[in-house]
């Protein structure tokens, strides 16, 4: 038979392997966002130049609001990563020169 405590302990760990990943991938995003806006200050590059380092064909992946503050939410870790990787490949590249 199970008593309370390991069953509340069972629940607490479902939680825990729900949660630790979730939380994760909110900050991995957050910081690659942070790291994509800073890299893209010495840049200055527009949504649309930004969008088509992601993708050529498509220049609406990334949107600027009123303000000009970019938007990045349509894109998935696995763009944010791309888009960062391209940034600092320019960024380089501008050093260079």
């Known amino acids: 038979m199970v008593d309370a405590g390991m069953v509340?302990?069972?629940v607490m760990g479902g939680v825990i392997c729900y949660?630790?990943?979730?939380f994760w991938k909110r900050i991995l995003r957050r910081h690659l966002i942070h790291e994509i806006k800073t890299l893209n200050q010495g840049l200055q590059l527009s949504s649309k130049a930004m969008s088509q380092l992601i993708d050529p064909e498509n220049p609406y992946m990334v949107f600027a609001d009123e303000n000009g503050e970019?938007?990045?939410s349509f894109l998935w870790l696995g763009n944010l990563r791309q888009l960062r990787r391209e940034l600092r490949l320019i960024k380089e590249q501008k050093a260079r020169v």
Not at 19 to 22: I, M, S
């Open 8 to 10: 509340s302990l069972m």
């Open 70 to 72: 970019l938007d990045f």
């Open 19 to 22: 949660a630790v990943p979730v």
